[in-house]
């Protein structure tokens, strides 16, 4: 029998190692799998690469990865939400790959499906163009982008089953169904794990074959709905 | 009441509310609009009754309603500013993969942005003071500029300094070249033509002249050729 | 009040012109738009570059179009389902461009998300990839594809709203989600039109953006079922 | 019980569920494997009861069950091949850009395909039997090859003319170059590896000089050097 779940966040990324890159979910609160950062942290895995929408609210999650210095770059479009990663950043102690956020959508969806490359129009003529290829294409100029890949990806979901099938609740989707398909090993935080078949097969919206671990986190509002 | 001098030193609440209607009174029914953060997402709650106009958030969201109570807010939906959004029936939720092939394929008809700068060429800086940016940050800025079929930009038609924001050459590090087709301010609405700015409203009691003398570039008056 | 709804088939297809690429969903008779492409047919327009997985079956529908000279061009990956097509591309009335299956849905899918081009393995080394760019990514090599686009999509789905948000039945998706996305006008062949409001907003499959116009056809099995 | 004869010059629908039967034995709990059409397609019958394994079509299903009874089909769900297929419970069902994402993206664990022929080096000939071909058709057969982790091909060992599918170089268009792990025939198991083709298993009362007789390239004997 499939079964994915796993009965703690430690054992679900207990093969984690120093130098991974790590894919993390989320659009602010929204879909941020806390419980599976909090054991990342607790874990004690270090020069990590974050890819990241945001870097973070506050001083838990992310903040606190940061802040205690087992981050060595981070990957994001929007990293100014948290002021350790401004303070770590201005110090020269943190690594920044800004990327537009379409962009960065992209290059995860491209890693995920097998795509070497690709070109796009965002960006070009600009500073996050430099040192890129670009090209003209039917008389349209493009920059070349290329895939982004994690060795593991931390995602948060509503619910699933033990094959790991997902749902998402409100703007919980965002980057978690791209993530969870770029990652060598992809762990789901979900508030509820449901027998096989109760997700109706069209209501799915990451199949199971994207998912390796599942971690049960009782339901409860995200972290902090803050607005900035 | 609010003076002509009080929206040349740059609106408050009120002022940013006046802009924002505005851009909602010429939204069409039936488009699909983005709406970037500050006086844009004013625009939300501001198109006239019985009209639909369906607002995307790159989050994931199309249909987006008015801003909720705040007791009553769903803490699972926000918008790109992270603010809780409710939905109106119709509305959909997608990941941001789908999110950026309507912003990046040209399926929205219109996203509205702030600006830090606009040039007389449509250039739009918006996401950066400077290359050695202490805390860069770009978000959706990027993609929508180049992939929303109209850009407009809503802003203050000057700096807090009194600097004007509507420039020959832009200063600031670009978000994209020659996107911008229209501008509303605290002073005027303007197009952005062929032939540089051309103004095409005047907001209140604020004449062609003053708004010139707050803009460092040439304005051109609508039907007027020259 | 935005309502896309068309009474038939021959209104919602008034405007097509001559020369016209018309993208068709489908794989098999599952999410075929029958009712459209008898529409097509009806209507008159010729020179036509017809973008679908396969080519029929039998000889309704896409053979019937064909069969009437209306069809310059195919652009499909698994031809050989109608006899119509084997003798027309045998007497050399037919261009064909046979794309591998997951190449055009990505190149579909590119078309549709503003994407420039893009790198994949398929297809390197074979007769598929002759007069394309190769390139060498990270030691792998790639062969660059570059978007598709239509002037009209033609879709079927199983129910939508007066917006024009689309869910589909069984393995009715397949080409039909991208296909919305990267022509001029999307038009959509329903089972049922429902109340704004009916469709859940977390099982919308296409959002109402990537549709124009709809045509509600009752209820009733796909065209054929066929094994072959 | 078929005649060993009778397995050399090709198997009829009992010997083509017999290779079928092989794989399936050899499929481990828990592996995403897409079928092929033909002898292929005989797999997701004949998974021994109880160990769950995930078939994928890549017109959008994953979690394929038994094929159903004819009159109790539903029409909007077909497998690659156009059969009517039925779901387990766990199912999904998705559109073909997320179906290519599993199949090009490294996600599947195993593709079994039928083949014209494959060579020592693991190429594989299976979509077109020549530039010339009057009506070409690849299907999924390339982002296949190329995407899951391991290829192994199920096909009879020769033509009907006695003509060894097993070869030293394809003259055949490639579908994909190097790809194939591991062959099932109606004579033998054979996998493709460093030093070429390799019996791993002799069918019933096939003997090893027999399957060499009938194969156009050099067979290598497990754990037998040279």
């Known amino acids: ?228 | 009441m609010r003076s002509a001098a009080d929206r040349m030193t740059g609106p408050g609440l009120d002022g940013r509310k006046a802009i924002a209607r505005l851009i909602a009174r010429d939204i069409p029914e039936g488009w699909h609009v983005n709406l970037g953060i500050g006086i844009p997402t004013l625009v939300g709650d501001l198109v006239p009754e019985g009209r639909e106009v369906l607002f995307q958030s790159e989050n994931g969201i199309l249909g987006m309603g008015p801003a909720p109570d705040e007791t009553l807010a769903d803490p699972w939906l926000v918008n790109a500013g992270k603010q809780n959004v409710t939905l109106l029936p119709g509305a959909s939720l997608f990941d941001h993969a789908l999110s950026f092939t309507m912003i990046r394929g040209g399926h929205l008809d219109l996203c509205v942005l702030g600006a830090l700068e606009v040039a007389e060429n449509g250039d739009l800086a918006n996401w950066s003071t400077s290359a050695s940016d202490t805390a860069p940050a770009v978000g959706g800025a990027m993609d929508l500029a180049v992939g929303a079929r109209r850009i407009w930009v809503a802003m203050e038609h000057t700096t807090k300094q009194g600097v004007s924001k509507l420039v020959r050459h832009c200063s600031y590090p670009l978000t994209a070249s020659g996107v911008v087709k229209r501008i509303y301010t605290n002073l005027a609405v303007i197009d952005v033509t062929a032939r540089g700015f051309e103004v095409i409203e005047l907001i209140a009691d604020v004449d062609f002249e003053t708004v010139q003398a707050r803009t460092d570039a040439k304005l051109h008056r609508k039907d007027v050729a020259g």
Chains 1, 3 share one sequence.
């Open chain 1, 1 to 228: 029998m499939i079964d994915k779940r796993v009965a703690t966040a430690a054992e679900a990324l207990a093969d984690v190692k120093d130098g991974s890159t790590v894919l993390v979910g989320g659009f602010g609160q929204v879909g941020h799998p806390m419980a599976l950062i909090d054991g990342l942290i607790e874990h004690g895995a270090k020069d990590l690469t974050i890819v990241c929408n945001n870097a973070g609210i506050g001083t838990s999650g992310l903040p606190r990865l940061m802040k205690l210095g087992r981050v060595r770059k981070i990957v994001c479009s929007y990293p100014r939400t948290a002021a350790v990663f401004s303070e770590l950043y201005a110090a020269g102690k943190l690594e920044l790959e800004i990327t537009p956020q379409g962009t960065l959508a992209e290059r995860i969806r491209a890693g995920g499906a097998g795509i070497g490359g690709f070109y796009t129009r965002t960006g070009v003529g600009t500073l996050l163009a430099e040192g890129k290829e670009t090209r003209d294409i039917g008389g349209v100029s493009y920059v070349l982008e290329l895939p982004l890949k994690g060795d593991l990806a931390l995602i948060e979901a509503w619910e699933a089953d033990r094959w790991g099938n997902l749902i998402f609740r409100g703007s919980g989707q965002n980057f978690n169904p791209i993530m969870a398909t770029a990652a060598e090993k992809t762990v789901v935080q979900v508030q509820k794990v449901h027998d096989l078949g109760t997700i109706e097969p069209t209501a799915v919206v990451t199949p199971s074959i994207f998912v390796d671990r599942i971690v049960e986190i009782p339901y409860a509002p995200p972290y902090q709905a803050i607005s900035y």
